[in-house]
């Protein structure tokens, strides 16, 4: 048990000397999150038209938070059009106990009790030219209406994001503010994912990463990923690891790869990168990916990764290398 609180008090303190950022993140590279419509084929590039994300929030912070979405409606320049613009997107948010604590919350499929804990508060968007490559604005929530977790030494609040109607897909950001209409950094704060469903670039010199953290309880983890289109790589690094590549999934499949954990990646965040082909040229590439580690839990995915974004240490490769 005090090895447990120890953790906790370090995982805390690693994540609030930081400051939140966009949902995606700078260092992600990732242009958008994506959700499609419930009636779409999964062969677009999305498993199950919905994606959870967590805020964190420091008990240290008192003042009220905003939690604003870039772009939520369906039309216009970014999203993507399958026949008429028919798609619907809810945005739930969620406090009080069991939102992030429930298992049913920390699952990629959106069954059972995922939607857990208190609603906070919702909008379903359609087409709108006014929320069109601008954003809305939900808030303000007082921190101490999320769930307090220990672990993390603040507050949790989920945000839903779901494809209730038409096939066309919708591509969105988040941030937490703490305004109405700026986006303002949270001081410590930080945002998470178990499952990340996400466009790529068109692009090809652009490289995105997702970021997630290794406990010091895992030996091996499985990479998941799905309809990757063959659009490439998927290489993951880490101060022990310079380049590790995993097996890629064709259009509508998933396709997974394991791998053992080093001792010095444990406590640390991986680099997972997705480096595109240079022809032919593919787009509007949308990819799902999740990460499990040998008891099959899955592992956060930060936007500001924990301890930083992992840089390949020579002197441990070589001496790796040695043994």
Not at 120 to 128: G, R, Y
Not at 171 to 184: I, Q
Not at 303 to 312: A, C, D, S
Request: with cysteine; net charge negative.
């Amino acid at each position: 048990m005090k090895k447990a609180c120890l953790l906790g008090v370090v995982f805390f303190l690693c994540y609030c000397s930081l400051h939140s950022q966009p949902v995606p993140a700078g260092d992600e590279n990732i242009p958008f999150l994506m959700t499609f419509g419930n009636k779409a084929e999964k062969s677009w590039g999305d498993d199950d038209f919905s994606q959870t994300f967590f805020f964190l929030i420091p008990e240290s912070f008192k003042q009220p938070i905003f939690i604003r979405v870039f772009d939520p409606d369906i039309g216009g320049e970014n999203d993507e059009q399958n026949g008429e613009w028919d798609t619907k997107t809810s945005y739930e948010i969620f406090g009080g106990v069991g939102c992030y604590s429930n298992k049913d919350a920390q699952e990629t499929d959106p069954k059972g009790n995922y939607k857990s804990g208190n609603m906070m508060a919702s909008k379903v968007f359609t087409v709108n030219p006014r929320y069109d490559n601008n954003w809305y604005t939900f808030g303000p929530f007082n921190p101490t209406e999320g769930e307090y977790v220990s672990k993390f030494g603040g507050y949790v609040i989920k945000i839903i994001a779901e494809g209730i109607a038409g096939n066309d897909g919708n591509l969105y950001r988040y941030f937490l503010s703490t305004s109405f209409n700026e986006n303002k950094p949270v001081e410590g704060g930080n945002a998470f994912a178990f499952e990340y469903s996400f466009r790529m670039w068109d692009d090809p010199n652009q490289v995105s990463h997702i970021y997630p953290f290794v406990d010091d309880r895992t030996i091996s983890v499985k990479l998941s990923n799905f309809d990757w289109d063959e659009d490439g790589f998927i290489r993951t690094v880490s101060v022990a690891r310079r380049g590790q590549m995993s097996k890629v999934s064709n259009d509508n499949i998933w396709v997974e790869d394991e791998f053992k954990i080093f001792d010095e990646e444990k406590t640390k965040s991986l680099d997972i990168q997705f480096i595109k082909k240079k022809t032919p040229p593919v787009k509007n590439n949308n990819v799902v990916v999740n990460v499990r580690n040998q008891y099959n839990e899955l592992l956060p995915f930060y936007v500001i990764p924990i301890g930083g974004v992992p840089k390949y240490d020579y002197n441990i490769g070589v001496k790796r290398q040695q043994q």
